[in-house]
């Protein structure tokens, strides 16, 4: 008799968008993505840092104050970096699981390069204009959304 514990699909790709994020560099945000199609293949993964060849140790990790010495202009989020780690095949149709929800600029190259699926985690940014916009544009581009919640399998994916 097979094993019955084993993990669902979305906790398998979460739990590999959690862990992805544990690669992230910020000392305040770390979010992981990962990209899977129909055929439950992972297609690319992605997390929050800076762009190749600038230097991790040389950019800003600020979250306040001047805005070219914080993150914000520099730093390429997990769902970008996801959609740029794929070797060139497409991604319509793809589901994308997301440790923190899009922001507006990232639900545009999502929508764009045919992602029809964001499965995210966090959602602590709800009120904000970005993420309202993101969830405008998913809503008339026909992507879901929808948040998963941990499962005890999930929350003991410890790092």
Known sequence: MKRQDYLSWDEYFM??????????KDPSTQVGACIANHDHKILSMGYNGMPTGCSDDEMCWEREGEELQT???????????????NDGGSLKGTS??????????????IIQCGIKEV??????????????????MFDMAGVAYRQYIPTEKTLTLTF
Not at 15 to 24: D, P, V, Y
């Open 15 to 24: 739990g590999i968008a959690m862990l992805s994020a544990q690669r992230s």
């Open 119 to 136: 499965v995210f985690m966090q959602d602590k940014y709800a009120d904000t204009a970005g993420v309202i916009a993101s969830k405008r």
């Open 71 to 85: 993150k914000y202009p520099y730093v390429c989020h997990a769902e970008l970096n996801a959609i740029l780690n």
């Open 96 to 109: 994308i699981y997301v440790t923190l929800f899009p922001c507006n600029e990232c639900a545009k190259a």
